[in-house]
DNA sequence: AATGAATGAGTTTTCATTCAT
DNA sequence: GATGAATGAAAACTCATTCAT
C-alpha cells in the first residue's frame, strides 16, 4: 500500500521538521489510503486512519488541517503515482501504436495491484470536483500529445482529434474496471491491452 | 428534472393508494434528483428533500424507508429513462455501426439536459455498489449483443470479444463527461458521435 | 429562574409552531440561565443546558444554531427583564431624585434576586461584544434623559451631562456588586440606596 | 504592550536563573497581555502567546505551570502597574478632593494606553474570581481610606461610609469604559474628570 | 534551556429516523 | 396521510499539557 515517493510534498504547509515527523505522516498518508479504499471518504473516519497509523488521534491534525486536506494530498500522491508507472513503462523507444498497448497495459497491471485507485479517484468527484476534473484533463492532454505525435511521425492518421484522446482514456478506464478491479483471477493484461490496442491500430494508424 | 414516467415503480414497497400521495411521491422523487445531483448523496439531506418537495419531513417515511431506498428508486429511474431514450433513438431499423452512432448521440444529448446523472450514478459506487456494478454490466452487456449481432449481419468482424463492448462505453461515458457535462455550449453531439464513430467503424468493422 | 415573558420572542428565526414546542423552547432558555449563570460561558456545556431541561441533546438544535445563539437569547431576555422591573417600580408619578433612588433600590433588589445576570451580562463583553456595549449605552440614555427631565423640571442642575449618566449607572452596578451579588445577609436595598441618593441630591440637585 | 518592571515578580515559583531566561519570561507576559487582551482567555491560546513571544511551544512550560498560572501572574502585572501609576500621579502632597480628580484623571489615561486591561481584569471573573474580587476590594478599600482622611481633615463630609468609595470606584470605572475604551478621539481626560469631581465635591465636601 | 512532536479527553454539531398529535 | 418535534449516536476538531531529544 505504500505509494512510494518522499513523506513530505514540497507543497504541504505543515510539514515535519524531524525524521521521526516525517515518518508519522508518511503512517499517515498510507493509513488513508487503506481506510479511504475501504470505506469511501464519508464512511471513513480520522480515528480510523490514525487507529490504523497506530499515531494519537490528535496526531492527525499536527499534519492536516481536515479530512478533506489528507484526501486531497492523498488524490495527488497517486495522480503521481500513476504517472510514474507509465513513465516507466514506457522508458525506451517505442512506435505510437506500441506506446499505446504498453501504456494500458502497465495501467492494468498498476490497478490491479493498487484497487483502491479507482474509489479514491472517483470519490475526488464529490469531495474535490476541481482535482478530479484536474486528473482526467491532464491525462486526456498526455495522451493527445502522444497522438499528435504518432500523426506527426506519420504512424497515425494526420486527422487527431482531442476526441479521440477522451476516447482512448474512457476505453482504458472502464477496461480496467472490468478486468482489474471486478476481473477474475485469469484474466491477462497483455491479451486485454492487444484486444484494445488491435481496435486503436485500425481505428487511428495508418492504412 | 421531471423523470417522467409513472410515479409508482413496480417493485416499490409502499405503494401509495390515493391520486394525492402519487403525487407526493412524484414530488419527493424529482426534489431528490435535484438534491442528490447538487450535493451528492451524503451531504444531501432528507430535510432538504422534502423542503423542495414542499412537504413535511416526516411525510418522507410514508413513502421510503430510508435514504438508501429512494436514492436505489432514483438510480433505476434514471437508469430506466436513460434505456427509454436510447430506445426511442434507436426505433427504425438500421445497419450496426450506424446504431452506435445513434446510441451515442443520444446518450449524448440525454446527458446534456440531465447532467445530474453522472454524479448519481458515479456516487452509487459508494451507496450501492452493487447497483452500480449491475448498470454497467447490463449496459455491457446490452452493447455486446448489438455487436455480436453487426458480427452475424456480417457488417462487423467475426472476432467480436466482451472487451469491445466495455471499450465501447467507456469511450461513450467519456465523451459524456468531456462533452455533455463539461463542454462549453458550442460541441455539437452529432460531430462528437461522428468522430468516435469512425474509429469504430474502422476499428471493428469488416473491410 | 423563570425569567417570565412569552418564550418565543418575535426576532427567533427557529420559532416553535405548537404549545408542545413553546414549552421546549421555555425549559431551555431557564435552563441555560442557570448554566451559565454557575459556569460561565465557556465551561459552561450544551449538554449542560439540554440535562438541566430535561430534554435529548439534539432537541437543542430545534431551536438554537449555537451556544452563542443562545446566549444571545438570554441576554437580550434580560436586558427585557431588567428594564421590565425598572418599568414597574418607576409605575407612578415621582420627582426626578426619587425616581433614582427607587430605580436603584429596584435594580438591587432585582440583582440580589438574579445573581447570575453579572456574570451572563459581564460576560457578555467576550462573547457577544456588540450587545454587551449596546446594553449599558441603552441604560445610559436612559438614565441621561431621566436627568434632562429632572433639569428641566426645575428639580435639577441645568447643566446634566452624559458623563452624569455614565457616573450614576457605574455608581449602580458598583453598589449591586458589592451588595447584592457579594452582600452578606444583613444589607438593606433601600439604604444602600439611600446613601447613593444622598450623593446624587448633593451632586445633581439644585440647591 | 511592556508593563515595564522587572520581569521576574518575586512570587513566581519558576523564576529564571538566567539572563536569557529572564528576557524569555518577559517576551511571554508581554505576548500574553496582547493574546488575552485580543481574544480574551478562553479564545486565548499558548500557542499563540508563543508564537507571538517568537519562542517554541514547550518553553512555555518552562516558566509558567499553565495557561492559569500566566493569566494569574498578568492581572497581578496590570494591578501593579495601575497602582504604580496612580502613585505617581500622586506624588505631590493635595487636597482630598484634588486626589480624587487627580486619581480618575490618571486612571483615565492609564487606560486609554493599555485598553486590554478592561478586558483582562473582567475575565478574571470567570478565570480567577477570587482575584477579581480582591481587586475591586483593595481598590475600594484604598478609596474608603482616602475618604476617611479627608473626613478626619475636615475637606469632606464626617459621615464617610463604605457606599461611597463603591460609589466612586464605580464612577471612576464606568467613565473609564464609556470614554477612555469606547470614546471616539475628541475627549479630554482632564474634562471628564472634572464633571465627575464636581459631583464628588457636592456630594461629599463640607459645604 | 529550548524545541516541537505526541497525546487524548472533551465539546459542538449534524441528521436519519421515530413518534405523538 | 400529514405534520413537525424529539431523539441520540456518531464524528470532526481543539488545545492544554507531557515528553523525548
Known amino acids: 500500500m505504500e505509494w512510494g515517493g518522499p513523506a513530505a510534498p514540497a507543497e504541504h504547509d505543515k510539514a515535519p521538521r524531524t525524521e521521526r515527523g516525517r515518518r508519522t505522516l508518511r503512517k499517515l498518508l498510507d493509513a488513508a489510503a487503506v481506510e479511504f479504499g475501504e470505506h469511501g471518504f464519508h464512511e471513513a473516519s480520522i480515528s480510523g486512519i490514525t487507529r490504523r497509523a497506530g499515531v494519537?488521534?490528535?496526531?492527525?491534525?499536527?499534519?492536516?488541517?481536515?479530512k478533506d486536506a489528507i484526501f486531497r494530498a492523498l488524490v495527488s500522491d497517486m495522480s503521481e503515482a500513476v504517472k510514474r508507472a507509465a513513465r516507466e513503462a514506457l522508458a525506451g523507444p517505442m512506435g505510437a501504436l506500441e506506446i499505446e498497448r504498453v501504456a494500458l497495459s502497465a495501467f492494468l497491471r498498476f490497478a490491479a495491484e493498487h484497487k483502491e485507485i479507482y474509489r479514491i479517484i472517483d470519490e475526488a468527484e464529490f469531495v474535490d470536483p476541481a482535482s478530479y476534473r484536474l486528473h482526467y484533463e491532464t491525462i486526456a492532454e498526455r495522451i493527445h500529445q502522444r497522438l499528435r505525435d504518432g500523426a506527426?511521425?506519420?504512424?497515425?492518421?494526420?486527422?487527431?482529434?482531442?476526441?479521440?484522446?477522451?476516447?482512448l482514456m474512457g476505453m482504458n478506464v472502464f477496461l480496467g474496471l472490468r478486468y482489474a478491479i471486478w476481473g477474475q483471477g485469469e484474466w491477462?493484461?497483455?491479451?486485454?491491452?492487444?484486444?484494445?490496442?488491435?481496435?486503436?491500430?485500425?481505428?487511428?494508424?495508418?492504412?
Open 152 to 167: 506527426a511521425s506519420g504512424e497515425l492518421r494526420p486527422d487527431i482529434h482531442e476526441a479521440h484522446a477522451w476516447a
Open 188 to 207: 491477462n493484461p497483455d491479451a486485454v491491452a492487444g484486444v484494445a490496442n488491435e481496435l486503436v491500430a485500425r481505428g487511428l494508424g495508418r492504412r
Open 56 to 66: 494519537a488521534l490528535g496526531s492527525f491534525y499536527t499534519y492536516f488541517d481536515s
